[in-house]
């Protein structure tokens, strides 16, 4: 069956502090990945794609392990805007116009 | 920034009714998504729109859902005979094109069926 897995938390971290999350996928063949975040009742939003080198924007660095089929997201000098569910999505098929599985997110609360 | 607009942002509807919901994509975009997120549960694949016909569907779509591209702007779902069980978040995206590209999602429609 293919999914995203990911740790619900909630993670607790004092505002400034370093977050790291990971999430892990089932599909070897996946192509596309990204992290949204999502506030309360709202829309996902995208924060980041996530490709193969690695990559950074600002305080969040997202990084994709192909071998262990695990993505991890970084966020440095939390602040309390941070605070969402950040969602680990993955195109798991590969394909063109295939539709995007998501994790059932991490929530993050950043405390002053 | 171009955005994916949908309407209504709630709709209320009687168990076994019609219901359509409506988006805007992003006006250069070519493919289309319909996601649906029940109340305290992830975000769920309904289906895939590209040129002008359906390109992927989740085993939740079945033939009370159908999609319509009726004009160049709008993309439309719809539940023919609606249950309690389709009471969730109907999101609509959108990309630019498929596969590595990221899709931008509207900001909602919260459909209750009574």
């Given at each position: 069956r293919k999914e995203v897995e990911q740790d619900p938390g909630p993670f607790n971290v004092p505002e400034g502090a370093t977050v790291a999350f990971n999430c892990t996928y089932s599909?070897?063949?996946?192509?596309?990945?990204?992290?949204?975040?999502?506030?309360?009742?709202?829309?996902?939003?995208?924060?980041?794609?996530?490709?193969?080198?690695?990559?950074?924007?600002?305080r969040f660095t997202a990084q994709l392990n192909r071998a262990s089929q695990y993505i991890s997201l970084l966020i440095r000098d939390s602040k309390l805007s941070d605070s969402a569910t950040y969602?680990?999505?993955?195109?798991l098929s590969g394909g063109g116009a295939d539709?995007?599985?998501f994790g059932k997110g991490t929530h993050l609360i950043i405390q002053p | 920034e171009p955005e994916v607009t949908q309407t209504p942002s709630h709709q209320?509807?009687?168990?076994?009714?019609?219901?359509?919901?409506r988006c805007v994509p992003i006006s250069n975009h070519l493919y289309f998504?319909?996601?649906?997120?029940?109340?305290?549960?992830?975000?769920?694949?309904?289906?895939?729109?590209?040129?002008?016909?359906?390109?992927?569907?989740?085993?939740?779509?079945?033939?009370?859902?159908?999609?319509e591209r009726p004009d160049g702007s709008n993309f439309t779902l719809k539940i023919r005979s609606t249950k309690l069980?389709?009471?969730?978040?109907?999101f609509c995206?959108?990309?630019?094109?498929?596969?590595?590209?990221?899709?931008?999602f509207g900001d909602g429609t919260r459909l209750s069926i009574l």
């Open positions: 599909n070897s063949a996946s192509q596309s990945f990204f992290w949204y975040r999502q506030d309360c009742r709202k829309e996902p939003k995208l924060l980041m794609s996530v490709y193969s080198s690695g990559n950074e924007d600002g969602l680990c999505v993955v195109n539709g995007l599985t | 209320v509807t009687q168990m076994g009714q019609e219901v359509i919901l998504y319909w996601y649906r997120q029940i109340l305290g549960q992830k975000v769920e694949f309904l289906v895939s729109f590209y040129n002008n016909e359906i390109s992927e569907k989740s085993e939740i779509f079945d033939d009370q859902f159908s999609v069980e389709d009471s969730a978040m109907y995206a959108s990309s630019a094109t498929g596969g590595n590209q990221p899709q931008h």
